[in-house]
T-cell receptor, first 113, second 113 residues
Framework: SQTIHQWPATLVQPVGSPLSLECTVE??????LYWYRQAAGRGLQLLFY??????ISSEVPQNLSASRPQDRQFILSSKKLLLSDSGFYLC????????????FGSGTRLTVV | SQKIEQNSEALNIQEGKTATLTCNYT??????LQWYRQDPGRGPVFLLL?????KEKRKERLKVTFDTTLKQSLFHITASQPADSATYLC????????????FGTGTLLAVQP
C-alpha cells in the first residue's frame, strides 16, 4: 500500500534562518506531488506541484522554493524565513492519471519567531 | 478567479441526525469535486469524489450531490455520530492532468451525544 511521510512534525525557526521540509512517498511510482500551506482559519493554499523529477511549478510568488530530486521525494525550502511563512505545511500525492483524491502527509507546524 | 464558499460557522447537530454541509463555487466549471475530512493538527483525509456528469455519489453513511447549474455541492452524513465531529473541506479540480485542487476553508461539524 502507498504511504506518505512528512517531517518534522513541528518546527520553530528564527526569522532569517533557512528551512528544509521533506516529504517522501512509498508504494507508487511517478506520483503527482503537492505542497500546500494552511494558515490559521484559512483554507489550504497550493504552493508548488510537480508532475515528475525536476519539474516544479509554483502557484504563488513567495519566499519559498521546492525541489524533486527523486521520483518520490519532494522538498520545500527557504533561504531566509519570514514571519509570514508561519503555518501548517502539508505535502500530498495523487496518481498521475485519472481523477483521484489526494493522500496528505501528517503536516509540519512551522512557527517563525 | 475561482472562489469556493463553505459555511464558516460551525454546524452543531444531535447524534443520529443527518448533517448537511454546503459548498458553493463561482467563476469556475470544475471537472470534479472532492470532499475531505480534517481533524485538528492532522492532514486532510479524502472521502469522496464526484464528477461533473454525476448527480450523486454514496459511500456508506456519506452522500454527495453535485449541481453544476447551481454551482453547488451538498455533503450529507446520515445517522451522525460524535466520531464524525471534524472539519470538512470541499475541493474543486483545475489544471487538467496536473490534478490540482483548490480548497474551501471548511465547515466544522460538531455532533452532540
Amino acid at each position: 500500500s502507498q504511504t506518505i511521510h512528512q517531517w518534522p512534525a513541528t518546527l520553530v525557526q528564527p526569522v532569517g534562518s533557512p528551512l528544509s521540509l521533506e516529504c517522501t512517498v512509498e508504494g507508487t511510482s511517478n506520483p503527482n506531488l503537492y505542497w500546500y500551506r494552511q494558515a490559521a482559519g484559512r483554507g489550504l493554499q497550493l504552493l508548488f506541484y510537480s508532475v515528475g523529477i525536476g519539474q516544479i511549478s509554483s502557484e504563488v510568488p513567495q519566499n519559498l522554493s521546492a525541489s524533486r530530486p527523486q521520483d518520490r521525494q519532494f522538498i520545500l525550502s527557504s533561504k531566509k524565513l519570514l514571519l509570514s511563512d508561519s503555518g501548517f505545511y502539508l505535502c500530498a500525492w495523487s496518481r498521475d492519471t485519472g481523477n483521484y483524491g489526494y493522500t496528505f502527509g501528517s503536516g509540519t507546524r512551522l512557527t517563525v519567531v | 478567479s475561482q472562489k469556493i464558499e463553505q459555511n464558516s460557522e460551525a454546524l452543531n447537530i444531535q447524534e443520529g441526525k443527518t448533517a448537511t454541509l454546503t459548498c458553493n463555487y463561482t467563476n469556475y466549471s470544475p471537472a470534479y469535486l472532492q470532499w475531505y475530512r480534517q481533524d485538528p493538527g492532522r492532514g486532510p483525509v479524502f472521502l469522496l469524489l464526484i464528477r461533473e456528469n454525476e448527480k450523486e455519489k454514496r459511500k456508506e453513511r456519506l452522500k454527495v450531490t453535485f449541481d453544476t447549474t447551481l454551482k453547488q455541492s451538498l455533503f450529507h452524513i446520515t445517522a451522525s455520530q460524535p466520531a464524525d465531529s471534524a472539519t470538512y473541506l470541499c475541493a474543486l479540480s483545475y489544471g487538467g492532468a496536473t490534478n490540482k485542487l483548490i480548497f474551501g476553508t471548511g465547515t466544522l461539524l460538531a455532533v452532540q451525544p
